[in-house]
Nanobody
Framework: QVQLVESGGGLVQAGGSLRLSCAASGSILRISAMGWYRQAPGMQREVVATITPGGTTNSADSVKGRFTISINNAKNTVYLQMNSLKPEDTAVYYC???????????WGQGTQVTVSS
């Protein structure tokens, strides 16, 4: 089992910045990747960015150049630095960790990000 605890959401004006954190605990060695999804009201959950323990990253086209995902393996923590935020970035952001052996996704509790225009 893997437990994920998120922090860092909030309310920010358009053009502002926020940093999300996701701390993992439990069966850390089972994690093959971590990252962030988001879900806006009435929309499907969509991937925002992913990172492997080795540092390989991938991100959605909508956030490239604005969001940066990083990992601190010593702290078992993943970060999402969000710059130049737009109102359309408003959503609940969920941290996830993918199981190495089953590809099962563990999820955090979600953190609200609201960007005002």
């Amino acid at each position: 089992q893997v437990q994920l605890v998120e922090s860092g959401g909030g309310l920010v004006q358009a053009g502002g910045s926020l940093r999300l954190s996701c701390a993992a605990s439990g069966s850390i060695l089972r994690i093959s990747a971590m990252g962030w999804y988001r879900q806006a009201p009435g929309m499907q959950r969509e991937v925002v960015a992913t990172i492997t323990p080795g540092g390989t990253t991938n991100s959605a086209d909508s956030v490239k150049g604005r969001f940066t995902i990083s990992i601190n393996n010593a702290k078992n923590t993943v970060y999402l630095q969000m710059n130049s935020l737009k109102p359309e970035d408003t959503a609940v952001y969920y941290c996830y960790a993918r199981d190495l052996f089953t590809s099962y996704h563990y999820w955090g509790q979600g953190t609200q990000v609201t960007v005002s225009s």
